[in-house]
């Protein structure tokens, strides 16, 4: 079985640019989560869905930031306009229901200049 | 609520020797407990998980972690190091009917030769 895949593996950007990151989930979990992993602070849940409904957002670090989940096999987290700050690793996961292991994809490092 | 202490940012331990990683959580209810592992450049693996049942789990690579309620601990083990166990190590907790994971801030381990 193919793990959750994300795209694009690396993204190097420019201040003020959008960048988009993408996550296909592994099928039949209904749970996904994006994640941001930086030096500074760790690991961050930036937002959950269940059942592709947004669940908690409350990590989300701004109004630049969105996360779309418009189907079960697809989501988005989008940043608009990028900073430098945001340059992190972000990674996407997924989990099945009980006990609800996450699975993570490999992960995009975004380098905002 | 949940929340885990990971005790130590750094291990040092030389190749052959007793690896110990100290995780503590704490749950107001019935806990779900993993550790994950990230090798450099990679998302994070699932090494083992505690659901119910047996409180000493064994995972991959040789790891094992006991559940102790009346500690509130779930610490990682591995009699003998090699060198391809150097990682960061994370261990998470998820509370019965929770929906979200929740981590402790990793442990690198680093094996001397």
């Known amino acids: 079985d193919a793990g959750v895949i994300q795209s694009p593996r690396h993204e190097v950007t420019e201040m003020g640019q959008e960048v988009t990151l993408r996550c296909k989930p592994i099928s039949g979990h209904n749970s996904l989560f994006w994640y941001r992993q930086t030096m500074m602070r760790g690991l961050e849940l930036l937002i959950y869905f269940n059942n592709n409904v947004p669940i908690d957002d409350s990590g989300m670090p701004e109004d630049r930031f969105s996360a779309k989940m418009p189907n079960a096999s697809f989501s988005t987290l989008k940043i608009q306009p990028s900073e430098p700050r945001d340059s992190a690793v972000y990674f996407c996961?997924?989990?099945?229901?009980?006990?609800?292991?996450?699975?993570f994809g490999e992960g995009s490092r975004l380098t905002v200049l | 609520a949940q929340s885990v202490t990971q005790l130590g940012s750094h291990v040092s331990v030389s190749e052959g020797a007793l690896v110990l990683l100290r995780c503590n959580y704490s749950s107001s209810v019935p806990p779900y407990l993993f550790w994950y592992v990230q090798y450099p450049n990679q998302g994070l693996q699932l090494l083992l998980k505690y659901t119910t049942g047996a409180t000493l789990v064994k995972g991959i690579n040789g790891f094992e972690a006991e559940f102790k309620k009346s500690e509130t601990s779930f610490h990682l083990t591995k009699p003998s190091a090699h060198m391809s166990d150097a990682a960061e190590y994370f261990c998470?907790?998820?509370?019965?009917?929770?929906?979200?994971?929740?981590f402790g801030q990793g442990t690198r381990l680093t094996i001397n030769p």
């Open positions: 996961a997924s989990s099945p229901r009980e006990p609800g292991e996450l699975f």
């Open positions: 998470a907790v998820r509370g019965q009917g929770a929906q979200k994971l929740v």
